[in-house]
């Protein structure tokens, strides 16, 4: 009952994403992909965020990027999406609250964040904008440097990496993703929700919604 649970949240936020992210404009190019996130595209040999193996010989199901106009001066639709009222209504969803958790975003150094209030601790989502793909790449890999544990996670794009401690990066055109769970619990709710499938969940809901505005 409990898996059926947890399994309900999370095609229900998957569903209240790709609703909402179908009048979003983004100004990244995305190459497309299937209706559904990656989280669900349940493929062998996929490394889930706990660690876990689906089995052997992946294929990757990662959507190919291609070049994206270089970061300007204001945060791009892409970016500002962490922050939306479709990511907010994800979250409420995954969680099972009863109202969407208030949030404060910021725009530094071309880094679009956006920190999340909810009931168990603080959750943040950020985007760095890169004025190029060899910048992007760069950037990506001096975060994953910085992350001790950092695994390489299938299911979302070619460059994905996870920390046991709750942490998610990608990589999609110049921009990179960082879903930060670190702050949470290391389980938590009436579901016994892991911070890890938490984050990988927001990060396959958020790259759904940038490869379905393609």
């Given at each position: 009952m409990m898996k059926n649970a947890r399994?309900?949240?999370l095609l229900t936020a998957a569903i209240v994403a790709l609703t909402g992210c179908a009048s979003a404009t983004s100004t990244t190019s995305h190459q497309t992909s299937s209706a559904?996130?990656?989280a669900l595209q349940m493929t062998p040999g996929m490394v889930m965020a706990d660690g876990s193996t689906m089995g052997a010989d992946a294929k990757s199901t990662a959507p190919t990027t291609k070049p994206a106009a270089a970061a300007a001066g204001a945060p791009s639709?892409?970016?500002k999406m962490v922050c939306s009222d479709e990511i907010r209504k994800a979250v409420s969803a995954v969680l099972a609250l009863t109202s969407a958790p208030a949030t404060h975003a910021t725009w530094v150094e071309h880094k679009y964040t956006c920190t999340y209030h909810l009931p168990m601790g603080e959750f943040v989502l950020s985007v760095k904008e890169s004025a190029t793909l060899p910048a992007?790449?760069?950037y990506t890999d001096s975060v994953r440097t910085?992350?001790?544990g950092a695994k390489a996670l299938a299911g979302l794009t070619d460059t994905a990496f996870g920390t046991p401690g709750g942490v998610v990066i990608l990589l999609k055109d110049n921009d990179t993703l960082?879903?930060?769970a670190s702050a949470l619990p290391a389980q938590f709710g009436d579901?016994?929700?892991k911070r890890t499938?938490?984050?990988y969940e927001i990060a396959s809901d958020i790259l759904g919604c940038w490869t379905g505005n393609d």
């Amino acid at each position: 009952m409990m898996k059926n649970a947890r399994l309900a949240a999370l095609l229900t936020a998957a569903i209240v994403a790709l609703t909402g992210c179908a009048s979003a404009t983004s100004t990244t190019s995305h190459q497309t992909s299937s209706a559904l996130p990656p989280a669900l595209q349940m493929t062998p040999g996929m490394v889930m965020a706990d660690g876990s193996t689906m089995g052997a010989d992946a294929k990757s199901t990662a959507p190919t990027t291609k070049p994206a106009a270089a970061a300007a001066g204001a945060p791009s639709a892409a970016a500002k999406m962490v922050c939306s009222d479709e990511i907010r209504k994800a979250v409420s969803a995954v969680l099972a609250l009863t109202s969407a958790p208030a949030t404060h975003a910021t725009w530094v150094e071309h880094k679009y964040t956006c920190t999340y209030h909810l009931p168990m601790g603080e959750f943040v989502l950020s985007v760095k904008e890169s004025a190029t793909l060899p910048a992007a790449k760069a950037y990506t890999d001096s975060v994953r440097t910085g992350l001790a544990g950092a695994k390489a996670l299938a299911g979302l794009t070619d460059t994905a990496f996870g920390t046991p401690g709750g942490v998610v990066i990608l990589l999609k055109d110049n921009d990179t993703l960082s879903v930060d769970a670190s702050a949470l619990p290391a389980q938590f709710g009436d579901q016994h929700q892991k911070r890890t499938d938490f984050a990988y969940e927001i990060a396959s809901d958020i790259l759904g919604c940038w490869t379905g505005n393609d």
